[in-house]
């Protein structure tokens, strides 16, 4: 049960809940090599569009821990700076209690995150136009931007209701074929190396799956870019 917007102890561990939908999924789902550098976060993202005939489009979303110095996860040099506030929050238990696995989860905001890096959009019927691999690499580009990057871009702290102003978006003009390495083969796709702040790239994997990639420019160094087919 929850009490005043608390869990309490023993509320169940979404984690599990995830994985199980994850592994229902039909579709091919795309992530980053498993690498010392990444830790894939344990609850995936959900995304789906539903009609009179079932599912039309659904989007497997995966965000990452970034470990910089992998060879020692204890390392303070992988912590982030944080506020006090943040800090207290990690660290102090609250006076009603929490569930393990939320502290555990709690652990993570030490430790830069690759928000929405790898998304796996299936579509029933793919539109030409708004499904296009073109389409579906610039929103995932300009959600992160717009989400993970609000200062830098001179925006609003707290997104409202109106677009964000400004001539920060990525736009066709941007996007350049790219060679990618998926599973140990090149494969044809694109990508958008002109932001400041984020590297993206992405490919067709058949006609109803597009698989894009948006990394934050300063993790590059950091990691191995080949994406690899989910087991499940």
């Known amino acids: 049960?929850?009490?005043?917007?608390?869990?309490?102890?023993?509320?169940?561990?979404?984690?599990?809940?995830?994985?199980?939908?994850?592994?229902?999924?039909?579709?091919?789902?795309?992530?980053?090599?498993?690498?010392?550098?990444?830790?894939?976060?344990?609850?995936?993202?959900?995304?789906?569009?539903?009609?009179w005939a079932g599912h039309e489009e659904l989007t497997v979303e995966f965000s990452y821990t970034l470990w910089r110095y992998p060879e020692d996860r204890s390392d303070p040099r992988n912590e982030i700076e944080l506020d006090e506030q943040t800090r207290r929050d990690i660290e102090e238990e609250p006076p009603w209690g929490r569930p393990a696995w939320l502290a555990e989860q709690a652990q993570l905001f030490r430790y830069p995150m690759l928000w929405s890096a790898v998304r796996t959009a299936w579509q029933a019927s793919p539109d030409p136009e708004r499904h296009a691999l073109t389409s579906v690499l610039i929103d995932h580009t300009n959600d992160v931007l717009r989400n993970v990057y609000r200062e830098q871009l001179g925006l609003p702290a707290v997104p409202t209701n109106f677009p964000d102003a400004g001539g920060w978006r990525a736009t066709p003009t941007v996007v350049a074929p790219a060679s990618l390495t998926v599973d140990g083969r090149d494969r044809s796709g694109l990508h958008i190396d002109t932001d400041p702040f984020v590297y993206a790239c992405g490919f067709r994997a058949d006609d109803g799956v597009v698989c894009t990639i948006v990394l934050p420019r300063d993790s590059l160094p950091s990691l191995d870019l080949e994406i690899t087919t989910l087991g499940r």
């Open 1 to 51: 049960m929850e009490f005043a917007g608390f869990l309490p102890e023993d509320a169940p561990d979404p984690r599990a809940v995830s994985e199980a939908r994850l592994r229902a999924v039909s579709f091919p789902v795309f992530e980053l090599l498993p690498q010392p550098a990444v830790t894939r976060l344990p609850i995936t993202g959900f995304t789906e569009t539903s009609g």
